[in-house]
């Protein structure tokens, strides 16, 4: 039973490396970017797919993410609350990244303790950074799309 484990464990890592390297070749920027890593690359490139010109705007990327506010209010306060529909591995991916990032990057550090001395729940500054990171995933998508043919 040790050697099965041992080798299913080797072979993991092998698929990690060749992940790796096929998201780094595709997607460099992304993998680049602080906290992204290969596996969400991937889940990145197999939402978009082969058709990127079908997301027309941050707001419908958001959408698919699962990440865009959902109005929450009622009488005097006005807040959002979190999506709970879209592709749900995007939106765990996503969600991975503003943990790491809220835990190890001082940009985010700053900005998770500066909304948070203006009243924002933790899950609200969450739901924020998703968006926000949904806005730089799209913006790198679109960046990366040809340009569409005059017909």
Known sequence: ???????????????????????????????DAFGIGADTVAEVL???????????????????????PVPASSGKTNRHR????????????????????MRFHQPTIDYVARRTTEGKTKQEIIRCLKLYLARGIY??????QPPMKAT
Not at 13 to 20: M, N, S
Not at 46 to 68: H, M, W, Y
Request: proline share 2%; glycine share 6%.
């Open 82 to 101: 979190l999506n709970r529909g879209g592709h749900r591995q995007l939106n765990s991916a996503l969600y991975r990244v503003v943990i790491v990032r």
């Open 46 to 68: 197999v939402t978009v797919g082969d058709n990127p010109e079908r997301i027309r705007s941050q707001a419908a990327f958001a959408k698919l993410a699962g990440v865009c």
């Open 139 to 144: 913006q790198y998508i679109k960046a990366k």
């Open 1 to 31: 039973m040790a050697r099965r484990w041992k080798d299913l464990h080797d072979e993991v890592k092998e698929h990690d490396v060749l992940l790796g390297q096929l998201t780094k070749a595709h997607a460099p920027d992304l993998v």
